[in-house]
């Protein structure tokens, strides 16, 4: 089972997450991107849409240093363990928690508001469910386990896994004291990345960077406000 969960059900869900996206993006292109529906309810989509999606960068950023910068290079530069730890629980715990309300807040939306619910896919949910899975496990490990046992290296284990993996010499002997929710949160995370291309999230992959210095959007009326046609 160790080698399943380590090394085969890794490599086959990042399998699905590639062929997926690639044929997504050669017969489905006018698909491709994240529909909206701000046009069926705003109150809740600002505030959940901006806490989950600048949370979710920071942990993607924290999560890219933490697993595939090796620990020694940490050491290198000087960082004391019990500095980066530290940071880790306070930066990583509020960027994490920030995530979880956005991801909340998108959820309550689609469930409760009934316009919204109509105008969803079942993609839509299993991805919110995914997600909220997925952040909740996270901030399980960081704002408590590691608070409550202390702070845990996965800079020695998850770390040389995760890149090992990546470079094709996976070892799954480095996963087996990792703690059962960081255990957890790995396993479901794999699997959003499975059914990414068969949702909304596969707009991640566009990158949209273009977006940050495009001129906004501005509409007007073909004729003026108050004008009345016979």
Do not use: C
Not at 25 to 38: A, F, L, P
Not at 63 to 77: D, K, S
Not at 152 to 157: F, G, I, N, V
Request: charged share 15%; aromatic share 14%; no cysteine.
């Amino acid at each position: 089972m160790s080698q399943f969960w380590w090394i085969i059900y890794p490599y086959l869900a990042l399998a699905i997450m590639i062929i997926g996206t690639v044929y997504r993006y050669r017969y489905n292109q006018m698909g491709w991107g994240s529909k909206s529906s701000e046009l069926l309810e705003k109150r809740l989509l600002r505030p959940g849409s901006l806490l989950f999606h600048w949370g979710i960068v920071f942990v993607l950023i924290g999560h890219a240093g933490g697993l595939l910068v090796p620990l020694r290079f940490y050491h290198w530069i000087g960082l004391p363990d019990e500095v980066y730890h530290w940071m880790a629980d306070v930066v990583g715990g509020l960027v994490g928690v920030a995530a979880w309300l956005g991801v909340v807040l998108l959820l309550i939306r689609r469930i409760g508001n009934h316009r919204v619910r109509r105008n969803s896919s079942i993609s839509d949910f299993v991805v919110l469910f995914l997600l909220l899975i997925v952040i909740t496990l996270g901030d399980l490990q960081t704002v408590f386990y590691n608070n409550l046992h202390g702070a845990y290296e996965y800079r020695e284990t998850v770390g040389p896994w995760l890149r090992g993996l990546l470079s094709l010499r996976p070892d799954a002997s480095l996963m087996a004291d990792v703690p059962p929710v960081l255990k957890i949160h790995i396993v479901f995370t794999f699997a959003l990345f499975a059914v990414s291309p068969f949702s909304r999230l596969v707009h991640f992959y566009s990158i949209p960077l273009p977006y940050l210095r495009r001129a906004p959007i501005q509409y007007r009326s073909r004729t003026q406000y108050g004008e009345r046609h016979e």
